[in-house]
């Protein structure tokens, strides 16, 4: 498989499109004309992980971290950055990240911690809204199945559990070929009349051009008429954190412990005004991977006992101590070593299912021992 075919197959089961603005996702080095087999999977593109990469034969790093997130000014042997990009083309080793766009989609980082913790009645902090397009085509009638079936085929009227969710009405069309035209029907120069159908259904902004390119390969005219008309509605597609009930009230010792033992590590940080826990319940958790400052605002008044998260600073740390919410602090990485058996899992079930052939491995390369030593 050509590696321009995985990255389309990539940037939609991880919906590259819900990247946050100030995030660099999708594929980051490569050839698209390189052939893809071995595929690796890693929390960070360390050079670890690139010399374990070069042993394996890999083709392509797939990591949740971006490897590159600052702009570049130059890609030079004499600086970290130059060295990397360039031992990975000197291997023909392609990478590509899923971050902030895999934290947000359903079924992705935020919601797997929250299974793990086993999470109930469980919704977004910030929902993510896709953006979605009502598209009518207009075809000769005879043509009419052949075009409908293409929508459906390329995720046209796709809703939930419903498919292929279309509406036809009938019409006649006019039109007047030009001297340098080659209509399909009628003749240079006179006016026609057509019976056509008009077909229209909803589409989301990632499956938009590529609906568009194929019911036009399929279409009879020479300039086929159609519209696109932006929706309104908000439909939401997962968001950044997730808030959810454990299943049940744990006083604060038997919660440390919970947590220890659902999420598999001896040292975190908690942090807590211990007057309001000392016979407190707690109940509702918020979870966010990674760091929780630049959405701070968004949470700090939302109804959570208990914040879960990957990395919080002094000011944002004393705010929601005034707000009574105890904090627990895994540690980015920490927060994160999910990514890598899930992303695995995902990346597996694709494979399977659309036969790619592909070999995917899990990194040996951890995270840097010293994070440990956090207590």
Not at 4 to 22: A, C, G, P, Q, V
Not at 123 to 128: M, T, W
Not at 320 to 343: T, Y
């Amino acid at each position: 498989m050509k590696l321009r075919k995985l990255t389309e197959i990539l940037d939609k089961n991880f919906h590259k499109e819900y990247s946050l603005s100030w995030d660099n996702t999708g594929l980051l080095i490569g050839n698209y004309n390189s052939e893809m087999g071995k595929l690796l999977i890693s929390l960070d593109v360390t050079g670890e992980v690139i010399n374990e990469a070069i042993s394996l034969n890999i083709d392509l790093i797939f990591s949740h971290h971006p490897l590159i997130f600052s702009p570049l000014k130059n890609i030079v042997s004499d600086n970290f950055s130059g060295q990397i990009i360039l031992k990975l083309a000197a291997n023909n080793i392609a990478v590509y990240c899923a971050h902030t766009n895999y934290d947000i989609m359903k079924g992705g980082l935020n919601d797997y911690i929250a299974d793990i913790l086993e999470l109930e009645k469980v919704v977004s902090i910030i929902p993510n809204y896709t953006k979605w397009f009502k598209f009518a085509i207009y075809t000769p009638t005879d043509y009419e199945e052949k075009v409908r079936n293409t929508i459906c085929l390329s995720g046209g009227g796709q809703w939930k559990d419903y498919s292929c969710c279309t509406f036809k009405t009938k019409g006649t069309g006019t039109f007047k070929p030009g001297e340098n035209s080659k209509p399909f029907i009628g003749k240079k120069g006179s006016l026609s009349f057509v019976d056509e159908s008009r077909i229209e259904c909803i589409i989301s902004s990632e499956k938009l051009k590529n609906l568009i390119k194929n019911v036009l390969e399929v279409h009879p005219y020479e300039e086929p008429a159609y519209d696109i008309f932006p929706l309104e509605n908000k439909f939401e597609e997962g968001g950044t954190g997730r808030i959810g009930d454990l299943k049940k009230s744990l006083y604060l010792n038997d919660f440390l412990s919970f947590i220890k033992e659902k999420l598999n590590v001896q040292n975190f940080k908690y942090i807590l005004k211990d007057l309001i826990f000392a016979d407190k319940k707690i109940r509702k958790i918020a979870v966010i991977n990674g760091s929780i400052n630049s959405i701070i605002e968004n949470i700090a008044d939302s109804d959570f006992d208990v914040l879960l998260c990957g990395e919080i600073s002094y000011h944002n740390t004393l705010l929601l101590l005034e707000k009574d919410k105890m904090i627990i602090d895994l540690g980015h990485a920490e927060s994160e070593l999910f990514a890598v058996n899930h992303i695995f899992k995902i990346l597996t079930d694709i494979n399977d299912d659309m036969n790619l052939g592909l070999k995917i491995l899990k990194s040996n390369n951890k995270e840097p021992s010293w994070r440990y030593l956090i207590g």
